[in-house]
């Protein structure tokens, strides 16, 4: 089989491995959000504004310290992907005006090889997106979280619960862009590297975002703790 028939069977194919995963994934988190990581972290990051938010002058420093380290870490991605973006593109201008550039397997015309460092770049733009995004919904609950007059206010709170996972779903948005450009850098040394990575990568995160039983019942045991002892203070000050 020719090279370039490889790209057009391996690379669609395995797009498709890593596209079918989040399918099923996003599906999971809809349905049965316990069985994965990203369901049970919403669910704590809920439990965790409404603690925080029963006494904001007293867990405000808190709440604050914990989302200024979120920031932290998606401006440290977001200044990653658009230096490595920025890197990308210089690189590409470069090679332009470089007729003399040797070319690796799998990248024998320059079209292909313009389509691979386009994808890479796209990549990158887009983690870029998703981690500002990230950062504005986490600096917009460092000022939420914080307000005395929502802790006697449900719906408030519940407003603050949203964005928070908002953000912290941008993050794990922009995150993936960045487990994406692995099989697209592999791409440039052809199209096996790639779909070997592909499927190597898609069940690497079936074991990284799905919860086990003990992981499961811990955490169920946990909310349950916390729920009896929001309702035995709702109690006994009415005794």
Known sequence: MEEKQLD?????????????????????????????VIGLNAESRHRWVHCLMTDPL?????????????????????????TLSSLISVYVSNKSNSPSLELVYGNKTPIMSSVKF??????????????VQSIRYYAHVSFLATVPTFKDRPDAIEYVVINLN?????????????????????????????????????????????????????HGHSIKDEAKADDLESVLPST
């Open 8 to 36: 057009y069977i391996l690379v669609p194919l395995g797009m498709g491995f890593l596209l079918t995963y989040h399918v099923w994934l996003l599906f999971m988190v809809v349905r049965n959000p316990r069985r994965t």
């Open 58 to 82: 007293k867990n405000g420093v808190l709440a604050v310290q914990t989302i200024r380290n979120n920031i932290m870490a998606s401006t440290l991605l977001a200044t990653t992907a658009i």
């Open 118 to 131: 386009f994808a890479i770049l796209l990549c990158f733009l887009v983690a870029f997106l998703f981690n």
């Open 166 to 218: 908002r953000g912290s779903f941008f993050w794990s948005l922009g995150l993936r862009a960045f487990y994406l450009s692995f099989p697209l850098f592999l791409w440039v040394f052809g199209p096996i590297p790639m779909f070997v990575c592909c499927c190597i990568m898609s069940f690497i995160l079936y074991f990284l975002d799905t919860t086990s039983n003990f992981t499961r019942k811990l």
